[in-house]
């Protein structure tokens, strides 16, 4: 992992309508755009448009965070540790 991603996974994590995405997926993985704006709503936080939410899926995606998967014509996004671990690794590794 290079510097670059590095810095990616963190940005990502930055946002807290990211973390709060993630957290989602943890809880329930394979959702679609749909329901994870749907999430964002139930859970008492600001409705967010579908546009919004997509350039947060790109964001959390560019950073390797996310996996997607096509359920016929629907994107699905589940949750990919793998970077962020790695991240934190090298992270901690260097100031260690």
């Known amino acids: ?14 946002h807290p309508e990211r973390r709060r995405i993630l957290t989602s997926l943890t809880e329930r993985p394979e959702q679609s755009l749909f329901e ?6 139930a859970e ?3 409705p967010l448009s ?4 997509s350039q947060h899926l790109d ?3 560019r950073a390797g965070l ?3 998967s ?5 994107k699905a996004h589940s949750l990919d ?14 100031y260690l």
Do not use: N
């Open 59 to 61: 964001a959390l995606e």
């Open 36 to 41: 994870i704006c749907a999430s964002a709503f």
């Open 50 to 53: 579908r546009q919004t939410v």
């Open 1 to 14: 992992m290079d510097d670059d991603q590095i810095d990616l996974v963190f940005k990502a994590l930055a």
């Open 44 to 46: 008492g936080g600001q």
């Open 66 to 68: 996310l996996k997607v």
């Open 81 to 94: 540790l793998a970077p962020l671990r790695d991240a934190v690794r090298i992270a901690l590794d260097s």
């Open 70 to 74: 096509w359920k016929g014509r629907t």
